[in-house]
C-alpha cells in the first residue's frame, strides 16, 4: 500500500534519526569539538545556536499540535509557520520577533554561563562541559521530537512511506533553501526532438498574427482549489443553486474546456500562471513574470490575497517571498484588508469580496491608468470554513443546507456576482480571467486516479468585445493547455515579448496540458491519452523537453 494508515517504528525510528542529523549534525559535531576547546568564545556560541535549536523546535512542535486541536474543531490555520533557526523565520515572523528571540536566548546562554548550579561540573572561565552535554541532549531531543511529528503528517508526500535510507536524499532535498540555479533561459533542443516537441507544441513560434489587444485593464481571478467540475454547468451534481455566476459566465464569456493545472498548491499554481514555469521549488529568486512584463508594458501590478502575508514558511508563499519572485508594485495581503475594513478572523483568510470591492477601487482611482490586477482568494479551500458576509443566505438554500462545501461555493459565486455588476462599466476596456490556483484534485494520490479529467480547471475570458484573436464571446475553447500557457497567450494577445524562460506555449499552438506532479513527475494529457514521465528520464522527448528548461 503506498499510504499505509500505520508506518512501521523501524521506519520512524529510521527518519528521525536522519532528520535530526540532517538539520543539526554539524552543529552537534561542532558542541561536542568546543567541550575541548580553550577558547570560551566558541563554548558560548555553541550553547547560544544549541538554545535556538531547543527553543525553535520545541515552539515548532507546539504549533504542530496545536494545529492539530484546532483543525479538530474544524478551525484552520493558513500554514504552520515553522522555522529551523533565525534566518530561516526572518521573513515569516518579522525583525522584531526574531530579535526578541535572539536577545532571549543570549540572555539565557549569559545566565547559564555564570550560573553555579549543579549540573555545572565545575566553573571555570569556560562553558561548564555539563550543560553543554545537556544542552546538546534536549536540542537533539527537541529536533528528533520534532522530525517524529513533522514527518507523520507528511506522510502523504510518499517518502513517509519507504525506509529511510531509500529516500534520505529527498529529505536533504527538502531542507535546501537555495537547491537550484538560478532561472534562466532554456538550452537548445536537439534538433532530432524539435519535430515531436514542435507537434505537441511544446515549442514556441511566432504568435498567430492579429493587431494588438486594446485592454487597459487586466484582472486575473484564481479562485482557490475549483475544480472544472465544481461548476453546476459541466457536473449537473453540483445544485444549480451554487454556481449560478459561475455558469452565467462560462456561457458568456470566452471558455476553456481543456485546461489543466500544472502545478500545486497555491504558491506552486499561481506560479505556473504568472511566471510559466512548471517547478516553483527549482525556481528560486526572481523569475521573469507577467508582472514585470505587464509593468514594463505601463501598466501597474496589484496582488491582491486573501491569506496572510506573514505566513508561508512552508510553502514559501508570504509577502516577502512574493515580492522577492514576482515584484508587483502593489502587494495587499489579509492584514491590508484586515486593517482596512476590521475584519479580524482566525481561520483561512478573508473574504473573497473584500478583494473584489478593492479591485473596483483601484479602477475608479486610476481612470486613465494601467492595471494588472491579480486576485488570490480563499473560500473553497477545504474544510470551507472562511466565515464571510453570504454564508447566512447561502445555508437558507434548501439545495445548499447542511453541506459546507456548497455553502462555501455558492458564497464564492455570489461574491463574484456581486463583483461582476460593478466591473461592468469599465468591460469596454478591461479584460476579466477566471481561472483556479489549482484543482482540488491535484497531487500524489491523484496520480493514482484512473481518470483524469477531475484535474481540469475553468478558464474564462470576458469583455465587451470578446477576444480578438482568441474567440468571441459565447464561444468555447477544446484544445487541451494548462496553467503555464495562459501568460503566454495573453502577451502575444497584447502583442508583447515572451521571456525566453516561459515553458508553456500560446493556447492557439498548443495541444497538450502539462504538469508537474509532486515535483518529480511530468505529466502530459491530451485527447487521446496520459502520460507520466520521471522529470530525470533523458530517454522520453518529454523529459527532454522539461531538462531543456530544467537541466540539474
Given at each position: 500500500?503506498?499510504?499505509?494508515?500505520?508506518?512501521?517504528?523501524?521506519?520512524?525510528?529510521?527518519?528521525?534519526?536522519?532528520g535530526?542529523?540532517?538539520?543539526?549534525?554539524?552543529?552537534?559535531?561542532?558542541?561536542l569539538?568546543?567541550?575541548?576547546?580553550?577558547?570560551?568564545?566558541?563554548?558560548?556560541?555553541?550553547?547560544?545556536?544549541?538554545?535556538?535549536?531547543?527553543?525553535?523546535?520545541?515552539?515548532?512542535?507546539?504549533?504542530?499540535?496545536?494545529?492539530?486541536?484546532?483543525?479538530?474543531?474544524?478551525?484552520?490555520l493558513q500554514?504552520?509557520?515553522?522555522?529551523?533557526?533565525?534566518?530561516?523565520?526572518?521573513?515569516?515572523?518579522?525583525?522584531?520577533?526574531?530579535?526578541?528571540?535572539?536577545?532571549?536566548?543570549?540572555?539565557?546562554?549569559?545566565?547559564?554561563?555564570?550560573?553555579?548550579?549543579?549540573?555545572?561540573?565545575r566553573?571555570?572561565?569556560?562553558?561548564?562541559?555539563?550543560?553543554?552535554l545537556?544542552?546538546?541532549?534536549?536540542?537533539?531531543?527537541?529536533?528528533?521530537?520534532?522530525?517524529?511529528?513533522?514527518?507523520?503528517?507528511?506522510?502523504?508526500?510518499?517518502?513517509?512511506?519507504?525506509?529511510?535510507?531509500?529516500?534520505?536524499?529527498e529529505?536533504?532535498?527538502?531542507?535546501?533553501?537555495?537547491?537550484?540555479?538560478?532561472?534562466?533561459?532554456?538550452?537548445?533542443?536537439?534538433?532530432?526532438?524539435r519535430?515531436?516537441?514542435?507537434?505537441?507544441?511544446?515549442?514556441?513560434?511566432?504568435?498567430?498574427?492579429g493587431?494588438?489587444?486594446?485592454?487597459?485593464?487586466?484582472?486575473l481571478?484564481?479562485?482557490?482549489?475549483?475544480?472544472?467540475?465544481?461548476?453546476?454547468?459541466?457536473?449537473?451534481?453540483?445544485?444549480?443553486?451554487?454556481?449560478p455566476?459561475?455558469?452565467?459566465?462560462?456561457?458568456?464569456?470566452?471558455?476553456?474546456?481543456?485546461?489543466?493545472?500544472?502545478?500545486?498548491?497555491?504558491?506552486?499554481?499561481?506560479?505556473?500562471?504568472?511566471?510559466?514555469?512548471?517547478?516553483?521549488?527549482?525556481?528560486?529568486g526572481?523569475?521573469?513574470?507577467?508582472?514585470?512584463?505587464?509593468?514594463?508594458?505601463?501598466?501597474t501590478?496589484?496582488?491582491?490575497?486573501?491569506?496572510?502575508?506573514r505566513?508561508?514558511?512552508?510553502?514559501?508563499?508570504?509577502?516577502?517571498?512574493?515580492?522577492?519572485?514576482?515584484?508587483?508594485?502593489?502587494?495587499?495581503?489579509?492584514?491590508?484588508?484586515?486593517?482596512?475594513?476590521?475584519?479580524?478572523?482566525?481561520?483561512?483568510?478573508?473574504?473573497?469580496?473584500?478583494?473584489?470591492?478593492?479591485?473596483?477601487?483601484?479602477?475608479?482611482?486610476?481612470?486613465?491608468?494601467k492595471n494588472?490586477?491579480?486576485?488570490?482568494?480563499?473560500?473553497?479551500?477545504?474544510p470551507?470554513?472562511?466565515?464571510?458576509?453570504?454564508?447566512e443566505?447561502c445555508?437558507?438554500?434548501?439545495?445548499?443546507?447542511?453541506?459546507?462545501?456548497?455553502?462555501?461555493?455558492?458564497?464564492?459565486?455570489?461574491?463574484?456576482?456581486?463583483?461582476?455588476?460593478?466591473?461592468?462599466?469599465?468591460?469596454d476596456?478591461?479584460l476579466?480571467?477566471?481561472?483556479?490556483?489549482?484543482?482540488?484534485?491535484?497531487?500524489?494520490?491523484?496520480?493514482?486516479?484512473?481518470?483524469?479529467?477531475?484535474?481540469?480547471?475553468?478558464l474564462?475570458?470576458?469583455?465587451?468585445?470578446?477576444?480578438?484573436?482568441?474567440?468571441?464571446?459565447?464561444?468555447?475553447?477544446?484544445?487541451?493547455?494548462?496553467?503555464?500557457?495562459?501568460?503566454?497567450?495573453?502577451?502575444?494577445?497584447?502583442?508583447?515579448p515572451?521571456?525566453?524562460?516561459?515553458?508553456?506555449?500560446?493556447?492557439?499552438?498548443?495541444?497538450?496540458?502539462?504538469?508537474?506532479?509532486?515535483?518529480?513527475t511530468?505529466?502530459?494529457?491530451?485527447?487521446?491519452?496520459?502520460?507520466?514521465?520521471?522529470?530525470?528520464?533523458?530517454?522520453?522527448?518529454?523529459?527532454?523537453?522539461?531538462?531543456?528548461?530544467?537541466?540539474?
Amino acid at each position: 500500500m503506498l499510504f499505509p494508515e500505520q508506518i512501521p517504528l523501524g521506519w520512524k525510528i529510521e527518519r528521525v534519526a536522519l532528520g535530526t542529523l540532517l538539520d543539526c549534525g554539524p552543529l552537534f559535531v561542532f558542541s561536542l569539538a568546543a567541550l575541548f576547546w580553550k577558547t570560551r568564545l566558541l563554548n558560548i556560541l555553541s550553547a547560544f545556536w544549541l538554545l535556538i535549536i531547543l527553543v525553535w523546535n520545541a515552539a515548532n512542535c507546539f504549533l504542530i499540535h496545536t494545529a492539530r486541536r484546532i483543525i479538530d474543531y474544524d478551525i484552520l490555520l493558513q500554514v504552520l509557520p515553522e522555522a529551523r533557526h533565525a534566518l530561516d523565520a526572518l521573513p515569516e515572523y518579522g525583525i522584531v520577533v526574531v530579535v526578541a528571540g535572539a536577545a532571549g536566548a543570549a540572555a539565557l546562554t549569559a545566565w547559564l554561563v555564570r550560573s553555579q548550579r549543579r549540573f555545572a561540573l565545575r566553573r571555570s572561565k569556560r562553558v561548564p562541559a555539563g550543560m553543554l552535554l545537556l544542552l546538546i541532549a534536549m536540542s537533539a531531543l527537541a529536533t528528533g521530537y520534532y522530525c517524529a511529528t513533522r514527518y507523520d503528517m507528511d506522510r502523504r508526500r510518499g517518502w513517509m512511506s519507504i525506509p529511510a535510507w531509500k529516500s534520505a536524499w529527498e529529505i536533504w532535498y527538502d531542507r535546501q533553501e537555495s537547491r537550484s540555479a538560478p532561472v534562466g533561459p532554456p538550452h537548445e533542443a536537439l534538433a532530432a526532438d524539435r519535430q515531436a516537441m514542435a507537434a505537441l507544441g511544446l515549442l514556441r513560434t511566432s504568435p498567430p498574427p492579429g493587431h494588438p489587444l486594446p485592454f487597459r485593464n487586466i484582472i486575473l481571478v484564481a479562485v482557490e482549489s475549483l475544480n472544472l467540475e465544481f461548476l453546476h454547468k459541466y457536473n449537473g451534481t453540483i445544485p444549480a443553486e451554487a454556481t449560478p455566476h459561475f455558469d452565467a459566465l462560462a456561457g458568456r464569456g470566452l471558455a476553456c474546456r481543456n485546461f489543466y493545472t500544472s502545478a500545486a498548491p497555491t504558491a506552486r499554481g499561481l506560479h505556473a500562471l504568472l511566471a510559466s514555469r512548471l517547478s516553483y521549488d527549482d525556481d528560486q529568486g526572481s523569475a521573469p513574470n507577467l508582472f514585470t512584463s505587464l509593468e514594463r508594458a505601463g501598466f501597474t501590478g496589484y496582488y491582491l490575497s486573501a491569506v496572510s502575508g506573514r505566513w508561508g514558511h512552508f510553502i514559501d508563499s508570504g509577502r516577502a517571498a512574493f515580492a522577492r519572485r514576482y515584484s508587483p508594485s502593489h502587494i495587499r495581503f489579509r492584514e491590508y484588508f484586515e486593517d482596512k475594513v476590521g475584519d479580524i478572523n482566525e481561520k483561512w483568510g478573508i473574504e473573497s469580496g473584500y478583494l473584489f470591492e478593492d479591485a473596483l477601487e483601484i479602477l475608479r482611482s486610476r481612470p486613465g491608468g494601467k492595471n494588472f490586477i491579480v486576485i488570490s482568494t480563499i473560500e473553497t479551500h477545504a474544510p470551507y470554513t472562511t466565515p464571510t458576509r453570504e454564508n447566512e443566505a447561502c445555508a437558507r438554500i434548501p439545495a445548499l443546507a447542511g453541506n459546507t462545501f456548497f455553502i462555501a461555493l455558492c458564497a464564492q459565486d455570489r461574491a463574484l456576482g456581486h463583483f461582476l455588476r460593478g466591473l461592468e462599466p469599465y468591460l469596454d476596456d478591461t479584460l476579466l480571467i477566471i481561472t483556479a490556483d489549482h484543482s482540488a484534485t491535484h497531487g500524489a494520490r491523484y496520480t493514482q486516479r484512473p481518470d483524469f479529467a477531475p484535474d481540469r480547471i475553468p478558464l474564462i475570458f470576458l469583455s465587451r468585445r470578446g477576444v480578438p484573436g482568441l474567440g468571441g464571446n459565447g464561444q468555447e475553447i477544446t484544445r487541451y493547455c494548462s496553467q503555464i500557457d495562459l501568460s503566454v497567450t495573453l502577451l502575444d494577445l497584447l502583442g508583447l515579448p515572451v521571456p525566453p524562460t516561459f515553458m508553456g506555449n500560446d493556447i492557439r499552438l498548443k495541444n497538450v496540458g502539462c504538469s508537474l506532479l509532486e515535483r518529480k513527475t511530468v505529466r502530459f494529457v491530451d485527447a487521446q491519452a496520459e502520460r507520466l514521465f520521471d522529470r530525470k528520464d533523458t530517454t522520453s522527448v518529454m523529459g527532454r523537453w522539461f531538462q531543456l528548461y530544467y537541466p540539474r
